[in-house]
């Protein structure tokens, strides 16, 4: 007779869990992909913006409101970061096009880089911005 149950057969394990070591460049390969589903959200959030300030006055300081607000605040930082990741990353991969850079110990140390300059750029931002009464 033939196995007639209906469940899933079992399946070996993907090996990349227990084959790849974490490292900075699949890092900021996870934290890239990451970044850009962060700017489509922001790309919403400006598109809101626009159609709260074409909604009139109330509308408009409502959105301004939200977007104040302490949790509105944090997902503005977290655009910032996502910006200058986005632009840092977008300067190593041109690097990648060419065919440099791609030695692990130079990809290390530009991954690394991409992520300070966007900690620090985003925290230079909003001091400025603080500095300057945005908040």
């Not at 104040?68 to 944090?74: E, F």
Request: glycine residues 10%; contains cysteine; aromatic residues 12%.
């Amino acid at each position: 007779m033939t196995d007639t149950s209906r469940g899933l057969p079992e399946r070996p394990m993907s090996p990349h869990l227990q084959v790849w070591r974490w490292h900075i460049t699949m890092a900021c390969s996870i934290l890239h992909r990451a970044c850009v589903v962060g700017l489509w959200v922001g790309a919403v959030i400006l598109a809101g913006w626009a159609a709260a300030l074409a909604a009139g006055p109330d509308v408009y300081d409502t959105y301004r409101g939200v977007l104040g607000s302490p949790i509105g605040k944090l997902v503005l930082l977290g655009e910032t970061f996502a910006v200058f990741f986005n632009v840092a990353y977008t300067i190593r991969q041109t690097f990648w096009d060419t065919g440099k850079g791609f030695q692990p110990r130079i990809a290390d140390m530009t991954g690394a880089m991409a992520i300070a300059f966007a900690v620090v750029a985003t925290i230079v931002t909003w001091v400025i911005a603080g500095a300057n009464g945005a908040f």
